[in-house]
């Protein structure tokens, strides 16, 4: 499995951006796929997952009521949108697939992406 990160960029504080990450070689199945961010000098923060097969969708608090997770089965991709953005934000942020099921911890995850800067200016 291999997956691509895209849709970063610097926008400024309030605006959106989407974030894809798109999957080839097998496909997600029943799996889990996640999104995590790292800031310079902190740790990858677990951001948002989704249960591929029926679509749950689990959030931190940190972007809760401002992030959507979402996958397209028929693109083998799923997405993030990112609305009302905040300088904190700002990280390189990073796809990923669980090798078992529900998690928020990055070593639970086997397949990641290359990361998406996304950089939000106050």
């Known amino acids: 499995v291999q997956l691509q990160a895209s849709g970063g960029g610097l926008v400024q504080a309030g605006d959106s951006l989407r974030l894809s990450c798109v999957a080839t070689g097998r496909t997600f199945s029943s799996h889990v796929m996640g999104w995590f961010r790292q800031a310079p000098g902190k740790e990858r923060e677990w951001v948002a997952a989704?249960?591929?097969?029926?679509?749950?969708?689990y959030y931190s608090n940190s972007v809760k009521g401002r992030f959507t997770i979402s996958r397209v089965s028929a693109e083998n991709t799923v997405y993030l949108q990112m609305n009302s953005l905040k300088p904190e934000d700002t990280a390189v942020y990073y796809c990923?697939?669980?090798?078992?099921?529900?998690?928020?911890?990055?070593?639970?995850?086997?397949?990641w992406g290359q990361g998406t800067q996304v950089t939000v200016s106050s």
């Open positions: 989704i249960r591929w097969g029926v679509g749950n969708t």
């Open positions: 990923a697939r669980a090798n078992r099921g529900l998690s928020t911890v990055a070593n639970d995850y086997t397949y």
